[in-house]
């Protein structure tokens, strides 16, 4: 276990670490939340600096192996899945979370919270820039190109790109 500078913990009783993981310069771990289990590192993983891994009553897991770039944010108001030797390149954002927005007489801000949460399967690439948003999954062994926005499933073995995210091919 390696913890760099400034790195934080916030409610750290819901926090379990694996074996050699490393918490990069000013990451901050946060599992809040009355019922949920919190945040769950397997063994290997790498969170770059300045990464925040943040809970609202969601579960984050990272699985064995995982590596998160530098500038990255995990947010889960549900449960954000990563799976093993999954590599999320710097500024990559997973949002397993929103706001109701039907009512246009008071902002989004003021309405409920929404969250179904995010998996994103073993083996995926994600590449820098890229945004993942709440409900959606990304298959194994899938990469999405630099800054793209998953809006919708990729399945296993796929590369897709854009705005929204397509598939462009597969890899099998």
């Known amino acids: ?95 397993g979370g929103g706001h109701a927005y039907d009512r246009i007489d008071v902002s989004p801000l003021e309405q409920a919270r929404t969250a179904v949460g995010v998996t994103i399967g073993e083996g995926a690439w994600l590449g820098a820039g890229v945004k993942v948003l709440d409900g959606t999954s990304v298959g194994a062994r899938s990469i999405v190109g630099a800054g793209a926005v998953v809006t919708r499933d990729i399945p296993a073995n796929s590369i897709a790109a854009g705005i929204p995210a397509e598939v462009i091919r597969s890899r099998s």
């Open 1 to 95: 276990m390696v913890f760099g500078t400034g790195v934080s913990l916030r409610h750290p009783h819901k926090i379990r670490l694996g074996d050699n993981v490393v918490v990069d310069d000013h990451c901050v771990l946060d599992a809040k939340g009355q019922s949920n289990e919190g945040i769950t590192v397997g063994s290997g993983v790498f969170i770059g600096r300045n990464s925040i891994l943040s809970c609202k009553n969601g579960d984050i897991i990272l699985g064995d192996g995982a590596n998160i770039g530098f500038n990255c944010e995990v947010f889960s108001g549900a449960k954000v899945e990563i799976g093993a030797r999954v590599m999320l390149a710097a500024y990559t954002y997973v949002i």
